[in-house]
């Protein structure tokens, strides 16, 4: 046997491993108790019963409110280069000048209603999904929704973000607002809310609903059906089924699906995007909605509705991947299976 004291290196780096697997084998203990104790609160949730959309409805909040939250300096940059494409030259240019100008505080103008808005609408899709899902899985049948499950993915997730996006658009006019004015509109949510109410009524915090479900809904129905079939693709390629693997590698492959997913909801997204950060930000008063649409194309091009694209492609990969992980953690927190990867159902596989 070696003498481990000859090599100090060797022994540290192995001291150092033995204690990293303690204090991961503690995580893991730790979690899984705390897993059991919030089961054994909550009771057994029933597959596709009211607790089960509700567990699923405060898992989308939570992935959705703090993770929009958290790349807000991205999104504002984005989003005023998108008004004004050369207000600055990228975004490191873009933070500097606004630290400078505002302080560290200023790059998250327009945190607390991409907070509470996207918590919001969060918590409505990926609730209403997951009933959708069910929903038309029923009316199709077994055998029918298997084979048509990319169908049953658009179609749940199309009916999921028209009900999120309603109460998701107050909050994303103040959000863009305060993002695309210089100084900002508003010093916060409230204060954004009624400033507009008292301006134009609460028509305008809906003035820029039609172009948000333009953006929107095609976004969420690639965002879900594509993570639904990448992850059913990743779980083929390893082989096994689903169980087979660890809650942690269950976890990682939701963000690697959600991650790829992502950049595929960016790309269809885009232009909608660039049109609602336009229309709330320099949408004139009594102007209509096509007229206003059509005002902004002639003005910024074809050109002009991918601007921002790539960093857009970051940020929502990122957020996508993070939402999913975070999603499906919960669920598997609470004892129910994670999204995606399922097997078929027996009257499919005859």
């Known amino acids: 046997m070696a003498r481990t004291e000859l090599y100090p290196s060797w022994s540290v780096a192995e001291d150092a491993k033995q204690k990293t697997a303690q204090l991961s084998d503690a995580a893991v203990a730790e979690y899984t108790k705390l897993s059991q104790e919030a089961q054994a609160k909550t009771g057994k949730i029933e597959l596709y019963s009211g607790k089960y959309y509700a567990t699923c409805t405060f898992g989308g909040l939570m992935a959705c409110g703090l993770t929009h939250w958290a790349v807000t300096p991205l999104d504002l940059v984005k989003c005023r280069r998108q008004v004004d494409s050369k207000l600055y030259s990228g975004n490191l240019q873009g933070w500097r000048t606004i630290i400078a100008s505002d302080g560290f505080r200023g790059i998250y103008t327009g945190g607390s209603p991409t907070f509470f808005g996207y918590s919001v609408q969060g918590a409505a899709k990926y609730g209403f999904y997951e009933y959708f899902k069910k929903f038309y ?12 499950k990319t169908a049953i993915y658009l179609a749940g997730s199309a009916s999921a973000e028209f009900i999120a996006d309603i109460g998701l658009c107050p909050l994303e006019a103040v959000k863009v607002r305060m993002q695309t004015t210089l100084p900002p509109f508003a010093t916060g949510t409230l204060d954004g809310i009624n400033k507009i109410v008292k301006a ?56 690697t699906g959600g991650y790829l997913a992502g950049i595929l909801c960016a790309i269809v997204s885009h232009p909608a995007d660039v049109m609602v950060s336009k229309l709330n930000a320099t949408r004139k008063p009594g102007e209509g909605g096509g007229a206003a649409i059509s005002r902004i194309y002639k003005d910024i091009g074809f050109g002009g509705l991918w601007n921002g694209l790539p960093v857009r492609i970051v940020m929502i990969g990122t957020l996508t ?5 975070i999603y499906d953690s919960f669920k598997i927190f609470m004892g129910l299976p994670s999204t995606g990867g399922a097997a078929p159902p027996a009257e499919a596989k005859a």
């Open 200 to 255: 134009e009524g609460v028509a305008g915090l809906y003035k820029g609903l039609y172009p948000l479900w333009a953006r929107q809904i095609p976004y969420t129905m690639m965002k879900f059906a594509s993570f639904e079939t990448i992850v059913e693709m990743i779980y083929a390629r390893l082989g096994g089924q689903k169980s087979d693997y660890t809650k942690g590698q269950q976890t990682g492959i939701a963000f």
């Open 321 to 325: 991947g993070l939402q999913w992980m």
């Open 137 to 148: 899985s029923d009316l199709a049948g077994p055998e029918a929704a298997y084979k048509n």
